[in-house]
């Protein structure tokens, strides 16, 4: 399963980076309005850090207005893929874009009904959106193990983006699903790292190091 960071904090991108836990990034326009400068200039940035996926999302609300800012996005770096949102307008731009090169991201995905158009359409990735659907009394980590059933009995090459992942659990419902991706909050993915009994045994371990009366060097020879 590989890791995107869901930010377009250049600091947070450095850090995961460095840890060589995330494999891509996903932005979308609310994450992309918290950021000062040239948004154009920000993303061709975080094409260079992470050197994988980087998914940049349209702001237009009709198929032509979608179908010309996917054309830019995706000139503006090889790792760029755009994010469409799963309704008409967004279908009609995917079919539209067979043949230009540009990868999809299928995004706010509900049902497997839409994720399996956006199959058939040719998107890279679909992100159905897990933790809003559980918000709203749906069983959002069910419609992965759905999608998931569909994809493999038609040999689809578009790959599970979970997305929405609120807190670890739904990380690790994502992986026992078989999502191919999560797309994670800088604080969840830094929470995957931390666990309260481990820090506990490590106190006791060391504490009992500290109250031995013959001192031992483990690093001497």
């Not at 975080?46 to 996917?70: K, L, R």
């Not at 069910?142 to 997305?163: H, P, Q, V």
């Not at 969840?188 to 931390?194: E, N």
Request: hydrophobic residues 45%; aromatic residues 6%.
């Amino acid at each position: 399963m590989q890791f995107f960071l869901d930010t377009a904090d250049i600091k947070l991108i450095n850090h995961f980076k460095s840890l060589k836990l995330i494999s891509g990034v996903t932005t979308n326009p609310a994450i992309m309005a918290k950021e000062t400068g040239s948004l154009k200039k920000r993303v061709i940035e975080i094409c260079n850090i992470v050197n994988g996926p980087v998914s940049v999302e349209v702001i237009a609300t009709d198929a032509n207005g979608m179908f010309e800012q996917a054309l830019k996005l995706g000139a503006l770096h090889e790792n760029i893929v755009v994010k469409l949102p799963a309704n008409r307008a967004g279908f009609e731009t995917l079919g539209r874009l067979e043949g230009h090169n540009v990868p999809v991201n299928m995004t706010v995905v509900y049902t497997s009904m839409q994720a399996l158009l956006c199959a058939k359409l040719g998107a890279l990735y679909v992100s159905p959106f897990v933790g809003r659907l559980d918000v709203n009394s749906t069983d959002g980590v069910g419609l992965l193990s759905e999608i998931r059933r569909i994809f493999d009995n038609y040999n689809f090459n578009t790959k599970i983006l979970a997305a929405s992942m609120r807190n670890a659990i739904y990380v690790k419902s994502a992986a026992l699903a078989g999502a191919d991706v999560a797309t994670i909050p800088p604080d969840i993915l830094s929470q995957l790292m931390d666990s309260e009994l481990g820090d506990v045994s490590l106190i006791g371990f060391l504490n009992e190091w500290s109250n031995i009366t013959r001192r031992i060097d483990l690093f001497e020879d």
